[in-house]
């Protein structure tokens, strides 16, 4: 896997890519991906199973596929999606059943968990990026893509750069479905009711949900029963704290260490927040759906989250109410123009699937369609892949369009705690951030867990 300052230049390449063809460029290889993918897909497809179409008195093996994924909210429009997918593949090709299996996203890394331990990892699972995923690939779990990709231009979807943060070894073990950064989502409604505006600073931010909460209104929701919800968000106050990106690798290049002045300034920030009420009660009772849904049915006046959150917005009740501004500078530090980046969940297949070919048949039909299909059930804000079409045009709200425009916007940034460091020292940072939700404590304190968690894992 190449070096971490590389990948973070190539995701920022790829993120300024999604938004220009996001805002309608006409980019052939895209555009003929789009016109082409049922043809090249259903083509791959029966090429892979045998070569020549099998005489009609011949009957094909049945096959089912077990496709576990995080879309599991009727709500969000891709799993409309994905079940469109999986309807067309299935209707096409009678002989293969696949059989979802849709989680949450922390339901799905501690299922994963106990399927890797007994190597019964499902044929199609979701895996995050680079030290997320490593484990797996080192475990010999995941079946390597690089044949898949390069048929019928599966590889030229994709924005340059992304499918690095999936790569060990020159080999490439799964298939993103986004790239996004981290933004703050507003209900304009709310705000005006409250009399409130947008903040340009932290402290404004603070400042703006005491004003909130006086009036009655929520001010952020958040699910912290999924931790790195929590993360998420405090990873982009250490971004701003620290001048910039980079606190991590520094950490792990050995010149910095948890107890910097710069960690210890994230936690006192993030606690301000926090004991400012700006969260619901029982945070950390709320999985990510029940967070988010809070927002979606107009209850809350904030909600930071990735850019995936978008389309799901774009279909609640509060569509059309909502806005979105960048986290700001927390003491004067930082640039707004530096997001939280977030190369995707993906898709990677079981290094000892019974039916291997058909499961990459699948995953190849499924990827070349993904694009087109969450364009039309307005969830391509944020893709991976390239996104040919007029955005406005096709019926996408305002809200989205600020979004996109955000992406042009992107001078850097960092990636999540989970998707840097290993899993031993990850775990104790979604361990100790959590608790901050619970008890406010002493930040240098804070700082020491992390040293110690990291210095107890450090490989």
């Known amino acids: 896997m190449i070096k971490q300052s590389n990948l973070i230049k190539l995701v920022l390449v790829g993120v300024l890519a999604a938004s220009l063809t996001a805002c309608g460029s006409n980019n052939n290889g895209g555009g003929n991906t789009e016109s082409d993918t049922s043809t090249n897909a259903n083509t791959n497809t029966n090429t892979n199973t045998g070569g020549n179409a099998p005489a009609e008195e011949e009957k094909l093996e049945d096959v089912t596929i077990t496709f576990q994924n995080i879309y599991p909210d009727p709500t969000d429009p891709k799993n409309g999606m994905l079940k469109k997918i999986v309807a ?62 390069e048929q019928n231009g599966l590889k030229d979807t994709f924005t340059p750069g992304i499918l690095d943060w999936y790569t060990f070894d020159n080999n490439l073990y799964a298939l993103p479905d986004g790239n996004n950064i981290g933004v703050v989502y507003y209900n304009k409604e709310l705000f005006e009711q409250a009399g409130a505006k947008v903040p340009t600073t932290f402290e404004e931010m603070v400042d703006t949900v005491k004003l909130l909460k006086s009036k009655g209104i929520q001010p952020m929701a958040i699910g912290e029963k999924d931790t790195w919800t929590g993360s998420f968000l405090f990873m982009n106050v250490l971004l701003r704290t620290n001048g910039g990106p980079g606190f991590l690798a520094d950490v792990a290049a050995g010149t910095k260490t948890f107890e910097d002045p710069a960690f210890v300034e994230a936690v006192d920030a993030f606690q301000s927040l926090v004991q400012a009420g700006a969260f619901q009660e029982g945070a950390t009772s709320f999985d990510y759906n029940a967070g988010e849904n809070i927002f979606k049915t107009g209850k809350a006046a904030m909600y930071y989250m990735g850019s995936w959150a978008t389309g799901g917005i774009e279909t609640s009740s509060v569509n059309g109410k909502v806005g979105v501004f960048k986290f700001p500078t927390v003491n004067g530090k930082g640039n707004a123009d530096e997001f939280m980046l977030a190369p995707g969940s993906a898709f990677a297949i079981s290094a000892n699937s019974k039916h291997l070919q058909e499961t990459k048949d699948f995953l190849n039909y499924f990827m070349l369609n993904f694009p087109k299909e969450a364009f039309a059930v307005k969830g391509a804000v944020g893709l991976a892949q390239i996104v040919e079409g007029d955005f406005k045009a096709a019926g996408y709200s305002d809200m989205a369009m600020e979004v996109l425009d955000l992406f042009k916007q992107v001078k850097g940034g960092d990636l999540s705690f989970d998707n840097t460091m290993n899993p031993g020292t990850s775990q104790g940072h979604l361990t100790s951030i959590q608790n901050l939700f619970v008890q406010k404590k002493d930040s240098a304190e804070v700082a020491k867990e992390h040293q110690s968690a990291y210095e107890t894992n450090k490989q």
Request: charged fraction near 25%.
């Open 88 to 149: 067309d593949y299935e209707a096409a090709h009678p002989n293969v059943k696949i059989e979802l299996d849709s989680l949450n996203t922390d339901q799905q890394k501690l299922k994963l968990k106990t399927q890797a331990a007994s190597k019964e990892v499902p044929d199609i699972t979701i895996v995050n990026p680079a030290a997320q995923m490593q484990p797996f690939v080192e475990a010999g779990l995941f079946a390597p893509l690089n044949d898949m990709v």
